[in-house]
């Protein structure tokens, strides 16, 4: 702790190497997220054994979900926040272009994820696609379940609430994406990102909405029968998320330079689909007719072979 203007904040000098070797090492931020997407696979299995479904279901949603959410998470930051102003402006059918996309311009960057370039809402549009894929090509086709990509959805958030507050965990590792000046007691010092006055740590913020929306979707799941109610946990879990997102980019320091001077930052026009979509969900969750329970509880025990 340290007093900045007779207001008490709070250093924040933390090395976002873990382990050095090298030039290099391994950062909290790759650790968090490989922690983050390990747990989520758990709480897959964990849900999928109380809907006895296929033992094979969790693994595919590993692999698939995996892959979704970074690949989604990258292309997402390279599409929309790698534009920059140039002094070299493009002409286009008749329109004059002030900015460049350098991965536009050379795909290979794409591929250097180790560099940094992650979006929260570029992996929830590969996490979604994700979803529809895998439902077409592997669950759908056991009828006896009434499988779609909004039941996956459903019980994917409740682990994306443990991965997503582990990534925000790792941005605040990083000394990143933090808010403006603050004279609040909890503001922090990034000193590792050149700040000499205290910053809203909106990573902790974002963090603390992650947990609301697992303390809210987890009874809702285990205690009622909103697992009946498709499109209700994804949707609930949408409203939360983004709806906070919306408003805390009001107070956080914009991520690129074409941001500033706007009404609504990139993050924000980005959340307005996601709570739109929230709303539609959660308003069809209540129209439509519950599904059947499929839980354990509802299933008599399985009879071994010996038994048979």
């Not at 922690?35 to 054994?49: D, N, P, S």
């Not at 009434?146 to 996956?152: A, E, G, Q, R």
């Not at 965990?169 to 922090?188: A, V």
Request: net charge neutral.
């Amino acid at each position: 702790m340290s007093i900045i203007n007779c207001q008490l904040s709070i250093i924040w000098d933390v090395d976002p190497i873990l382990i050095h070797f090298g030039d290099g090492g391994i950062r909290w931020y790759g650790l968090l997220w490989a922690l983050g997407i390990y747990l989520c696979y758990l709480v897959q299995v964990w849900v999928y054994k109380h809907e006895h479904c296929p033992e094979e279901w969790a693994d595919k949603i590993f692999v698939w979900m995996t892959l979704g959410v970074i690949i989604g998470a990258r292309l997402g930051h390279c599409w929309f926040y790698e534009w920059h102003l140039t002094t070299d402006p493009i002409q286009l059918f008749g329109w004059t272009i002030n900015y460049r996309n350098p991965y536009i311009e050379n795909p290979f960057l794409l591929i250097k994820i180790w560099e940094g370039g992650l979006s929260s809402h570029g992996g929830g549009i590969g996490l979604i696609f994700a979803a529809w894929l895998l439902n077409k090509v592997h669950f759908s086709k056991k009828p006896e379940y009434k499988t779609s990509m909004i039941w996956i959805l459903d019980r994917l958030c409740l682990g994306v609430c443990i991965t997503a507050t582990l990534i925000r965990l790792g941005n605040l590792m990083n000394s990143e994406i933090y808010g403006g000046p603050t004279d609040l007691p909890w503001g922090f010092i990034f000193v590792r990102d050149g700040q000499t006055v205290p910053c809203h740590p909106t990573q902790i913020y974002e963090m603390l909405y992650c947990l609301v929306a697992m303390a809210v979707t987890w009874p809702l799941y285990w205690f009622t029968n909103a697992r009946r109610r498709e499109g209700l946990l994804i949707g609930t879990f949408f409203l939360i998320i983004f709806v906070t997102r919306f408003c805390l980019e009001f107070i956080k320091n914009d991520q690129e330079a074409f941001e500033a001077g706007h009404v609504l930052n990139m993050g924000q026009w980005l959340s307005i689909p996601f709570i739109v979509a929230g709303v539609w969900l959660v308003v069809r969750a209540f129209r439509r007719p519950l599904l059947p329970d499929t839980t354990l509880s509802s299933f008599p025990a399985p009879v071994s072979p010996s038994a048979k």
